[in-house]
């Protein structure tokens, strides 16, 4: 029976934990699915015996098939099996091993390669629904050993998948596929799991072999010196600076070297002259998509960073040294990520900021700055730091990290924080508008970003806004533009001048309590009524308005919600109506000599990101380009590899071109949307916005700042 096929929902691997819900490692099987989408079934123990019943999102889960549950219920402890998952060429390989195909397996300190013979049964089956483990019975490539265990009528280790480092590249013409089998089949005890085995020091070789000797022993040599293995994720620093990604595919010695080499599947394709399909030389050493071949001498290898272990508070991985000379210097200015490379750069797992320790409100934050708006590009005050100060930190670690390569590790954002000044910042969990007002004022030196007026001409600045209301003045379903209108009306406020950057945060208290369930996100804002000088339309006739009225806001016969304001003959018949007689209109001040007939030239910002939250986690959203469907969903703890007190979090940028077909509706339309039918990130985006992101697209933020440096090359 082979290990081949696509994965069978039947299955699944609990890969994140939930507040309430499985742990991570769990394997199940599905046996029935709620409307909600959630998983129900049968949980399986450490025996592979049925446990308890369980039910967990389909979000958190990610499904297998089920001779891949077999393979992993083999594995112990339960976090080794998310391990194994990440080496995604290795366990595709072991899922397809063949009869005696080569593998490398590691006990100790020691690589030892063995012939793989058969997949056997582990335990016995005495209850229905019981899934029975998986392991492969291996033959030691150790004549002298094998001997001595025959001789002793000693049965062939088994090894679970996990123990399985490497699986040596076939050349055989005709591969026998694995059958499964019990112990009795080949009359032997129930297998049990192998916890201890010999060291084999013996570097000879079963008889007949397709492998010389020279060609393992340096294999295994190799492995011994370094810490890679085949479907570890390493980088390379590349001769003009870049880093690249990949997958270890193959670690040995290649025709014509002496040392160990590491041939490296990457994650995107290269067009360098040395880049193959898996070819080196004139021999293949594995196959893979053209371009995407690297081989490169093993000692230029790191582990690669973003998948470090062992992170705590104050001990967080430092990244690998390099041997080349980089091409960035730390005072380069690297431009905002283009909306032709968001797509390739940015898009998948470990990308963006890396989470770790709190830090999410901080990240979702960054990310949404300067990831690719311009709003926020001229911000460093280079004169009010010197080369180590703290603006320079976030250009040189963070900022140009995450535009040049598309990903910040988390050692990089907790040397931000500790730089902050306080403590807490490096600890706790903080709201954005905290941490943004000291990002614009301490960091980066700005002005406060908005100057709002008063009819009683007193001035106030703040760098973001919060939106106050009373529930009673707008629908179920408001939008940006409605809570923003309706907030500066009742305050009585006016925006001095048009902001640069407009970052208003929602009528929501503390991290649960939401006025609304649901907000649409305005995607533009027309300000032309909310500015303090400007030309603005009667609200009736539609000629030059001299007068507005925030008593009229409310009114049930004129369109409530929606701002009032009057030319003189409007506002004279308005008001003598006796239900508006004891309301006090103001008069508007306008441009000077501006002609009674002069057109009105609306004042628009636009939406770049949304920050959201729920249960005190942040994420974002970001619009990376003019099209109206460039959107991108960023999380910076999407996931995370290992348990909470060893393992990392695992970044995700997903695309959702979705959110902007949603928004693209009228709110006619929208208010009659079934939120139910719509996309998880849809549905977040509406009910968990914190923060809405808005920029003057004709006005750069240079403008609010006291020194202008621009960060653009």
């Known amino acids: 029976m082979e290990l081949k096929g696509e994965p069978n929902l039947g299955y699944f691997i609990v890969v994140r934990r939930s507040k309430k819900g499985l742990s991570r490692g769990t394997i199940g099987r599905v046996d029935a699915k709620t409307p909600e989408g959630d998983l129900i079934g049968m949980i399986y123990g450490g025996s592979g015996r049925l446990k308890s019943s369980g039910r967990v ?43 005696d195909d080569i593998v490398v397996v590691k006990y100790k300190k020691d690589f030892q390669p ?34 001595s265990l025959k001789k002793k009528a000693v049965s062939l280790p088994v090894f679970s998948a996990v123990e399985i480092v490497q699986v040596v590249p076939s050349h055989l013409n005709s591969r026998q596929p694995l059958r499964i089998h019990s112990a009795a089949d080949l009359n032997r005890n129930a297998v049990t799991r192998i916890n201890s085995l010999p060291a084999y020091k013996s570097q000879s070789l079963k008889k007949g072999s397709i492998f010389c000797k020279e060609d393992v022993s340096n294999s295994i040599q190799v492995l011994s010196d370094c810490s890679l293995e085949v479907g570890s994720m390493a980088e390379v620093m590349s001769d003009n600076g870049m880093t690249i990604y990949g997958v270890i595919r193959w670690i040995g010695v290649p025709e014509g070297k002496k040392n160990g080499w590491a041939g490296l599947e990457l994650d995107d394709e290269m067009t360098y002259s040395d880049n193959s399909d898996g070819m080196f030389g004139t021999k293949r050493y594995f196959t893979c998509k053209g371009n995407t071949a690297l081989f490169v001498p093993l000692n230029q290898c790191k582990p690669d960073r973003r998948f470090q272990f062992n992170w705590s508070l104050n001990e967080i991985p430092k990244p690998p040294e390099t041997h080349s000379v980089t091409r960035f210097k730390d005072s380069d200015n690297i431009p905002p990520v283009g909306e032709p490379e968001i797509l390739s750069r940015l898009v998948g797992r470990m990308r963006g900021i890396q989470g770790h ?38 250009k040189r670690d963070i900022v140009n990290p995450l535009r040049r390569s598309g990903f910040v590790p988390a050692e990089s954002v907790m040397n931000f924080r500790k730089q902050l000044g306080c403590k807490s910042f490096a600890t706790d969990e903080k709201d954005p508008e905290e941490f943004i007002a000291i990002l614009l004022k301490d960091v980066l030196h700005l002005e406060p970003l908005l100057k709002f007026r008063s009819h009683g001409e007193l001035s106030q600045d703040a760098y973001t806004h919060q939106i106050i209301v009373e529930k009673n ?7 940006v533009q409605q809570l923003l209108e309706i907030s500066l009306v009742s305050s009585d406020l006016k925006f001095e001048e048009i902001p640069s950057c407009l970052i208003v945060q929602m009528p929501r208290y503390g991290k649960k309590f939401k006025m609304f369930s649901k907000i649409i996100t305005s995607t533009e804002l027309d300000i032309t009524d909310l500015l303090y000088c400007c030309s603005r339309q009667c609200f009736l006739c539609g000629r030059l308005a001299d007068y507005d009225c925030a008593q009229c806001l409310m009114d049930h016969k004129l369109q409530p919600g929606r701002i009032k304001q009057y030319c003189s003959t409007c506002n004279t018949q308005v008001h003598i109506h006796p239900s508006r007689q004891g309301h006090a209109p103001h008069k508007l001040t306008l441009p ?34 003019p099209d109206s469907r460039s959107w991108i969903f960023f999380d910076s703890m999407a996931d995370r590899n ?15 071109p979705e959110v902007a077909d949603f928004l693209s509706q009228s709110e006619e339309e929208l208010a009659t949307v079934n939120l139910s039918q719509c996309t998880d990130l849809v549905q977040r985006l509406l009910g968990d916005a914190y923060m809405c992101l808005y920029q003057n697209t004709e006005s750069p933020l240079a403008s609010s700042m006291s020194t202008e440096v621009s960060i653009t090359t």
Request: aromatic share 8%; glycine share 6%; charged share 20%.
């Open 642 to 656: 290992g348990d909470d007190n060893n393992g990392y979090n695992i970044p995700v940028i997903r695309a959702c």
């Open 114 to 147: 063995c012939l793989v013979k058969n997949l056997m049964e582990v335990g016995k089956k005495d209850k229905t629904g019981q899934l029975l483990m998986l392991g492969f019975e291996l033959e030691l490539l150790d004549t002298a050993e094998q001997d």
């Open 357 to 394: 320790f709190n830090s999410c409100y901080l990240d979702a934050t960054l990310f949404s700055l300067f990831t690719s708006s311009s709003a926020c590009d001229r911000v460093f005050n280079t004169s009010a730091d010197n080369k180590e100060g703290i603006s320079h930190i976030l």
């Open 57 to 99: 999102k389909k979000l958190d889960t990610y499904p297998l098939s089920q001779n891949q549950a077999r393979l992993l219920l083999f594995v112990s402890p339960a976090s080794r099996r998310l391990e194994l998952l990440c080496h995604v060429q290795l366990f595709g390989a072991i899922c397809n091993l063949a009869q």
């Open 592 to 625: 000077d000599h501006l002609p009674a007939d002069a057109p009105v030239q609306r004042k628009t910002m636009q939406l770049f990101a949304v920050l959201c939250i729920n249960t005190s986690h942040y994420v974002s959203f970001v619009k990376y380009g």
């Open 473 to 479: 003045q707008v629908g179920v379903l408001p939008s």
